[in-house]
């Protein structure tokens, strides 16, 4: 039986206890959780918490807290569904996770379909055959094999003449992989007690081989080195390195298991455009669109526009340069902050047209499109312009990633304002 309880709830919007269930256990784990990432999450309130741009799932024992994007309160839109595949463009979530009938199961939460995909990794690793290693095994054997220990043998065997302490090689499937998949399963078995994951995990552990348990850190998993033969473990492995380190076990002496997966909302924004972007401009000849380049700008510091696009315009190479910002805008004002920045983005790049590119809702404006005026005059700089640009990426109620070639095809248009 299925005994999760499930809390929607969207970015910047507040939780306070006695809420869908929600209540003082609750509320304490999570003030230890953003305190352990800097306060990072979520805003404390009083007898309760404000979210901020951070969107995902977090789980204290029985209850689940899907935090969801929404840039528009008037905009109906399946909010988990474009989390969803928002995700899954980013490469953050299979395209397996979107199957319809696991979509469609009532009071599926976005951590089930992370913890389904690993289950289904680790089980077509079982199908495949897990691969053995070699690892040194020191410790007392009755025939004498590999490399004799005088120290320890002389101290554990005075007595026991007939065993021998030896450092030798043993060839297994107990080695550094299959232990970090063996502990994201604990983590699994534990988080979905009550669930219809609960036996598939079951099931899986029970075909999986006895492993040495390890203590889980970053350092651990920057030490594993993928070869040919163990390619098929690279998403068994991510996914175990996403469950394992977002997990706080007794977090700070609580009684409260947790697992915390969030994105900033605003990252998640910048990468699924440049993304679709990218898949987009295969279809233009001699375009690039490239994210992150940098550029010195002061001593040690750099200036990195989002998105930066080159192209062919009537046999001469343009640029575009674009930088995302997943909130709503007020009558069309762009901070000025903003505007300063794609100003000096023009200048470094050589771009003569750049793009603050928000998502579209509801109620909004046409876009708005103007040059900047330099070196202090009264004349706009024809050179030196900026667009204030909306995206729809809502069809119907789900998000859309077909705009990419038309997006492109508007944009490297001459600029006209």
């Keep these: 039986m299925y005994n999760q309880k499930i809390i929607k709830v969207f970015e910047h919007e507040s939780l306070r206890l006695g809420q869908q269930g929600f209540n003082q256990n609750h509320w304490t784990a999570l003030i230890k959780l953003n305190e352990l990432h800097g306060d990072k999450y979520f805003r404390i309130i009083h007898n309760g918490v404000r979210f901020k741009e951070y969107v995902g799932v977090v789980q204290i024992d029985d209850l689940t807290i899907e935090i969801l994007p929404k ?34 199961k009532q009071n599926i939460s976005l951590i089930d379909l992370y913890f389904e995909l690993f289950l289904k990794e680790v089980n077509k690793l079982i199908r495949l055959g897990l691969t053995k290693k070699y690892r040194k095994e020191t410790g007392n054997v009755k025939a004498l094999k590999g490399k004799l220990e005088f120290a320890g043998h002389l101290s554990k065997n005075l007595i026991h003449k007939e065993r021998f302490y030896t450092s030798h090689s043993v060839y297994d499937t107990d080695h550094l992989l299959h232990q970090v998949i063996s502990e994201a399963l604990n983590v699994v078995e534990q988080l979905s007690k009550g669930t219809y994951i609960s036996d598939k995990c079951k099931r899986t552990k029970l075909s999986f081989p006895d492993v040495s348990r390890i203590r889980v850190k970053q350092s651990l998993f920057d030490r594993i080195q993928l070869n040919r033969k163990t390619k098929p473990y690279e998403k068994a492995i991510e996914l175990a390195r996403l469950i394992l380190l ?62 930066v696009i080159t ?41 003569k047209k750049s793009l603050l590119l928000y998502p579209k809702g509801n109620k909004y404006k046409e876009n708005v499109s103007g040059r900047f005026y330099t070196d202090g005059k009264n004349t706009p700089d024809d050179n030196n312009t900026c667009e204030i640009g909306y995206l729809d990426i809502i069809e119907g109620e789900n998000l859309s990633n077909d705009w990419g070639v038309k997006f492109l095809e508007e944009l490297t248009n001459p600029v006209t304002i």
């Design 71 to 104: 840039i528009d309160k008037d905009l109906n839109a399946d909010w988990q569904k474009v989390l969803i595949r928002m995700l899954q463009v980013c490469r953050k979530l299979s395209p397996d996770a979107n199957n319809e009938a696991n979509v469609n």
């Design 246 to 307: 977002n997990y706080s076990p007794d977090i700070e002496g609580g009684k409260e298991k947790m697992l915390a997966l969030l994105f900033d909302m605003n990252t998640l924004w910048e990468e699924y455009v440049l993304r679709v972007l990218q898949r987009a401009s295969k279809g233009f000849d001699g375009m690039k669109v490239i994210g992150q380049a940098q550029k010195k700008f002061w001593e040690n510091r750099r200036v990195k526009p989002d998105i």
């Design 311 to 351: 192209h062919k315009n009537n046999d001469t190479d343009e640029t575009i340069v674009i930088d995302t910002k997943w909130k709503r805008l007020t009558n069309n004002r762009a901070d000025i902050a903003d505007l300063r920045q794609m100003y000096v983005y023009n200048k470094y790049w050589d771009a």
